[in-house]
């Protein structure tokens, strides 16, 4: 399996992204200066495309099977492929605030602390659909590293598609993420393009 281990708050400067947007409450202290380079269009649609990448620790490949499930919906294209990322189980643990970081989400669904609809599934890149119940599994409530990810994210907002029961540590997919609800900067056409020529 690939990994992306690149320095997280590194890649965030060079993208133009905040280190909070990867959930990480730290800054860089060198020097923000931005590029005196004119930036080409061809670069400027391959940055978009990294980023969103970067962002959902999605690999080229799967990026691109992604792109290729949105063209086939009956929508907007870059807003389709957004829907399809926030719809992975790793980013709907995350923005639940069952993980501090989307990182953390992927390694808590692939150790099987989470269920889906009561099965246990150990797949970050599972698809969720309006009206599954996402769960932490019984036996891993008690775990001292779940429980202290809870509490260090029991403040986050949880966006209106999805529905959150602390107590309970259940969450429901309410509806399927609209473009509203991207918390961060992306000109989605910008990919479309790019993967268009």
């Not at 200066?33 to 690999?59: A, D, H, T």
């Not at 501090?100 to 599972?126: C, E």
Request: glycine share 6%.
């Amino acid at each position: 399996m690939a990994k992306n281990t690149q320095p997280i708050l590194k890649r965030c400067k060079k993208l133009g992204i905040e280190p909070g947007v990867m959930g990480v409450n730290k800054s860089s202290n060198r020097n923000a200066q931005p590029s005196r380079k004119k930036q080409s269009e061809y670069g400027m649609q391959l940055n978009e495309k990294q980023k969103v990448k970067f962002i959902y620790g999605v690999l080229e490949k799967q990026f691109a099977k992604y792109y290729e499930m949105a063209v086939k919906k009956q929508a907007i294209t870059g807003e389709a492929l957004l829907t399809i990322l926030e719809s992975r189980l790793d980013n709907v643990v995350f923005r639940l605030g069952l993980a501090s970081t989307r990182r953390d989400a992927r390694q808590i669904v692939n150790h099987g602390h989470i269920t889906v609809n009561g099965k246990r599934v150990n797949i970050p890149s599972y698809l969720v659909k309006v009206g599954d119940v996402i769960s932490v599994k019984e036996k891993s409530r008690s775990l001292e590293g779940i429980k202290n990810k809870i509490e260090a994210n029991s403040g986050r907002i949880v966006p209106k598609w999805l529905d959150m029961n602390k107590d309970t540590l259940e969450g429901k997919v309410v509806a399927f993420a609209s473009r509203d609800d991207i918390d961060y900067e992306v000109e989605e056409h910008l990919i479309v393009e790019y993967y268009s020529k």
